[in-house]
């Protein structure tokens, strides 16, 4: 509650100080762009009505240009409609005879076959690929074009080599695959958005005259501070500083619009004034925001250090607390004489586990000095992985057997580069964080396998209630513990997993939360 107290005073705080530092830096900022607007309304204006001048002249040299683009493409059933009243008879008749193969393909009245395609188209591919002869080419490839149009047309014309016609036909079928993607196109056209561009389609009977937005070169009369683009849909675009906009007698009315290409070049003067004026704003903004940051910053600190530094005394005196004490009541019952035969010998056992416990948790706190002082050293060596897990799991046994919790072991044969004490105690504190979460009677697993990469990864699984997806990351700093120091019914002081993130770290590896389903969480180690 203090702590919580604390940091909302803090907060005002600072939240204050920051309001009245930034009302100058408001108040100038307002009284810089009435200046800036101010200067730039006149020039603006004059712009504005350059512009208009330009964008008739403009607007008319592209409609023009749009005029004589637009094309023409036949309509085709894609795919073709069956016809089951239709027959192959009149092909078949005629078979590879040239003679009645012209004349079926010459028949206005041929039809088609049961499947939909001209019938003509196909007797004169026969009569073309039995023959070859040029005027039957000529044929075919107008009634692939223009006659008899169907699926089978862009195929032809890349048997006959005709690049012209086939380039032609597929300008088409972008138009007609246009209108199969908006059936209820506007009859009087509109401009489509396509995966290439920009492209006016209007249907008129069984034909569509379509436009493909070109690359317009027109050479506009416009200054040179102006630019110009096309909205192909007729919707005036969200561009900014806009001057004019006039829409283009053509294709479906694209809408002309005309923008400043550099808005500083309209006001070269105002702009030089401008740049300084935003430029000192800029640097006193940023110099009192990089102090607010600064003393953000030191607030944070400061109270997390004050936080820290109480969490830890706390810790440890809840943690030295049980075992001092039980020492202390099981050597005065064995001073006094009051305890013998097996019980003295069960005392002794559970004193020597307390020391023990205690000596653990001394050496972890005295490893956090060193590693914060720089005065860690390890000492690598090719170790048996598969031994030092095993002396940690002994090392842990008597811990978890007073609590009644049985370890299993799945160790593969391994050897790595590592020191081997250091790696031992950070198994230890896997370990013994595994005994404080794990229910009694529980069931603790410690696995040694070959990682993917060619490494090792350890892994240690409890029974206990898992930890919060929120907490995968915070588990491993120093000094951090789930729920509050004073009601917390686990042991330990918030540094054990700090030190094993740091003992693996040193040796290349890594260390995270693998797994947190219900019930119970494991802790990887992964080392090269």
Not at 87 to 100: F, K, Q, T, V, Y
Not at 131 to 153: V, Y
Request: charged share 25%.
């Amino acid at each position: 509650m203090n702590a919580s107290i604390h940091t909302q005073r803090s907060s005002r705080r600072f939240l204050l100080v920051f309001v009245m530092a930034l009302l100058p830096l408001a108040a100038l900022v307002i009284l810089a762009s009435i200046g800036n607007h101010a200067r730039r309304d006149a020039a603006v204006q004059a712009a504005q009505r350059e512009a208009a001048a330009g964008a008739v002249l403009l607007a008319d040299r592209l409609a023009a240009t749009l005029e004589a683009t637009i094309a023409i493409a036949p309509l085709i059933d894609d795919p073709p409609a069956p016809r089951p009243e239709a027959s192959m008879e009149p092909l078949d008749h005629a078979g590879n005879n040239a003679a009645a193969l012209r004349a079926l393909r010459d028949d206005a009245h041929a039809g088609f076959s049961p499947a939909g395609l001209p019938m003509r188209v196909l007797a004169g591919l026969r009569v073309w690929e039995n023959h070859r002869d040029p005027r039957d080419a000529e044929a075919l490839a107008a009634l692939a074009g223009d006659e008899t149009p169907s699926i089978l047309s862009p195929a032809i014309f890349a048997k006959l080599g005709d690049t012209a016609r086939a380039e032609e036909w597929w300008r088409g079928e972008r138009a007609r695959a246009a209108l199969r993607q908006h059936p209820g196109l506007d009859p009087q056209g509109q401009w489509i958005a396509t995966n290439d561009g920009w492209l006016w389609v209007a249907r008129e009977a069984n034909r569509l005259h379509f436009v493909e937005a070109p690359n317009l070169t027109a050479t506009p009369e416009l200054p040179a501070w102006a630019d110009w683009h096309v909205a192909w849909n007729g919707l005036p675009t969200s561009g900014d500083e806009v001057l004019a906009r006039r829409e283009i007698a053509a294709a479906g009315a694209p809408l002309l619009e005309i923008t400043e290409r550099d808005p500083g070049s309209i006001l070269d003067a105002a702009k030089r004034a401008e740049r300084w004026n935003w430029l000192v704003l800029l640097a006193v903004g940023m110099l009192a925001c990089a102090a607010l940051v600064q003393m953000r910053r030191t607030m944070v600190r400061e109270h997390n250090l004050a936080e820290l530094k109480a969490q830890f005394v706390s810790s440890v005196s809840h943690e030295l607390r049980a075992p001092v004490g039980s020492i202390r009541l099981m050597a005065e019952g064995l001073h006094e004489g009051r305890i013998k035969g097996g019980a003295a010998r069960e005392f002794l056992r559970l004193i020597a586990s307390e020391g023990a416990r205690l000596g653990h948790m001394i050496e972890n706190v005295l490893d956090l000095t060193r590693i914060d002082e720089g005065r860690k050293r390890y000492q690598p060596e090719e170790s048996d992985l598969r031994a030092v897990a095993a002396d940690a799991t002994r090392l842990i046994t008597p811990h978890a057997e007073g609590r009644e919790l049985r370890i299993e072991t799945r160790l593969a044969e391994a050897t790595a580069h590592i020191d081997a004490a250091a790696i031992r105690q950070a198994l230890l504190n896997l370990l013994e964080n595994a005994v404080k979460f794990s229910p009694h009677g529980g069931t603790i697993i410690l696995t040694l396998d070959a990682a993917p990469d060619g490494g090792w990864l350890l892994r240690v699984s409890d029974q206990g209630p898992g930890i919060p997806p929120a907490e995968h990351r915070r588990v491993f700093e120093r000094f951090h513990r789930l729920g509050n120091e004073l009601q917390r019914e686990t042991q330990g002081c918030g540094i054990g997993l700090g030190i094993v993130k740091s003992i693996v770290e040193a040796h290349g590896g890594s260390v995270a939360v693998a797994d947190t389903t219900p019930p119970g969480a494991t802790l990887e180690i992964h080392l090269p």
